[in-house]
Structures are given as C-alpha cells and as structure tokens.
C-alpha cells in the first residue's frame, strides 16, 4: 500500500485511541442529536490551511466549506452548479448557523493564479480561470496599489481583497441579507498569515485588516487601505 496512505490509515488509529474512545460522550451526542453548528467557515481548500485545526474546534464546531481561494460566488440562478452556494443555504436555512467566517490565507495558489492573469487555458486551467473570476475586482485594486503582480505585497493585497468581495457577494443573498438585516446573522472575513502564525480580522472601522491580539492596530496595517477600487466603496 502507499506510503502516503498508510500515514492516514495510522493517524485514524491514533485518532480512534486518543479522541473517539476518549470522548465517547460528545459522538454520542452528534450521532443521536445530529449537527448543529453555529458557525460556517468558507475556507481555501489549500492542504496547509485547516480551518478546524488553526482554531482547535471541537467534532461538530464547524460546517465548513473549501474551494479555491475560499470564494464566494455571487447569488444568481443560471443552469450551473453551485456547490459552494448550496452549501451555503444549508447552513444558513437549515441549520440556521449564526456566523459566517470567510477565511483567507497567506500565499493562496489560487490568488497568485488570478494576479498572473494568464489568458491561456491550458495553462491557468479549465475550471480554475472561470472561478478565479469571481475575483477580479480584487486584482484591479491589488495591481493598482502595487503594481508588480509577482510581489509579495500585491498577493497580500489581492488575498485580502478577495475576501472582502465573498463578503459582498454574501450579501448579495436574500435569505443572508433578511438574517443579517435582523441581528440573526453575522459575517467575518478572516485572514490567516501562515509564515507568521498569526490570525487577523477585517475591521470596517479601520477599513482592513488587523490581527487578533490588537484590537486597536492602527489601519496602516492594511495593505489596500487609501486604494481606489469598488471595494471599499461599497463596505466590503
């Protein structure tokens, strides 16, 4: 058998030894009484970014979906299929989660595919270059502040200006907008930093992002911060 598998089917045992025997309680609860997570994560489907691993959440914590570069889609009903919306209304309709966390991350692939901005298909993909267009608006504002797309402060810039356009999108939901409208829902962009372990939140009142552990980081932390661009515009 691979190696690369038999590394998962090892770690299922330790898994099995060290938390299912020991908290039999808590699988008895999720097994009896089913799911009811109160927070939806959309997440980078990038192997290095766990979203249940990089906040130490509980079995049952989190419903989360993964795509690449942890984008959201705006609402439209067109003959396609919408994987990361359906995902979305179940958690919002069904299980009536009360946040929604777009979570980002550093050196996303699919943010440095979407700067390159490569026409050629083959190259940049079949489904990855469409996707990836959800996310434009995001690179027009990035290249406008930094010009150079190969620069580290370009992709910074474009990551978090990608989640800041999910945020906007979510919105563009009926059934997201009544509940957030109302006080029953609440959405967050988060940005995870994996060369300096650090997680960080979009705050609107310094209109970008700002780490955790500083809650009154100055706004010059932002990257975007005093770019043009519909971003901000429009309270992303």
């Given at each position: 058998?691979d ?11 330790r ?5 299912f ?17 109160q927070i939806m ?9 766990d979203?249940?691993?990089i906040?130490?959440s ?5 419903f989360?979906v993964?795509?690449v ?7 439209e ?6 994987g ?5 209304e179940f958690?919002?309709?069904s ?5 929604i966390i ?7 692939g ?6 390159q901005?490569?026409g050629?298909?083959n190259?940049?993909g ?14 027009t504002v990035?290249?406008?502040a930094h010009?150079?797309?190969s ?10 200006a990608a989640?800041r356009?999910s945020?906007?999108n ?7 907008r009544e ?5 029953e829902?609440?959405?967050?962009g ?13 705050a ?14 100055p ?8 770019t043009?661009g ?6 992303g």
């Amino acid at each position: 058998m691979d190696e690369a598998i038999q590394k998962l089917i090892r770690g299922f045992h330790r898994f099995r030894t060290r938390y299912f025997e020991t908290e039999q309680t808590l699988y008895q609860r999720l097994t009896q009484q089913g799911q009811s997570p109160q927070i939806m994560v959309i997440a980078c489907c990038d192997a290095r970014v766990d979203p249940a691993l990089i906040t130490d959440s509980d079995p049952g914590d989190l419903f989360v979906v993964r795509n690449v570069a942890n984008l959201v889609p705006p609402q439209e009903t067109g003959g396609h299929y919408h994987g990361t919306s359906a995902a979305i209304e179940f958690a919002v309709r069904s299980l009536r989660v009360r946040h929604i966390i777009v979570l980002g991350h550093a050196r996303c692939g699919g943010i440095h595919a979407l700067l390159q901005g490569s026409g050629d298909t083959n190259a940049s993909g079949q489904y990855i270059q469409p996707w990836m267009a959800i996310a434009d608006e995001a690179r027009t504002v990035a290249l406008a502040a930094h010009g150079d797309p190969s620069s580290d402060a370009a992709q910074r810039a474009c990551e978090q200006a990608a989640i800041r356009v999910s945020l906007r999108n979510l919105r563009t939901f009926p059934w997201i907008r009544e509940r957030t409208e109302r006080g029953e829902l609440a959405l967050h962009g988060w940005y995870f930093d994996i060369e300096q372990g650090q997680l960080m939140r979009f705050a609107a009142e310094h209109d970008g992002f700002v780490p955790f552990d500083t809650e009154n980081a100055p706004a010059a932390l932002d990257p975007m911060r005093g770019t043009p661009g519909a971003i901000n515009k429009r309270g992303g």
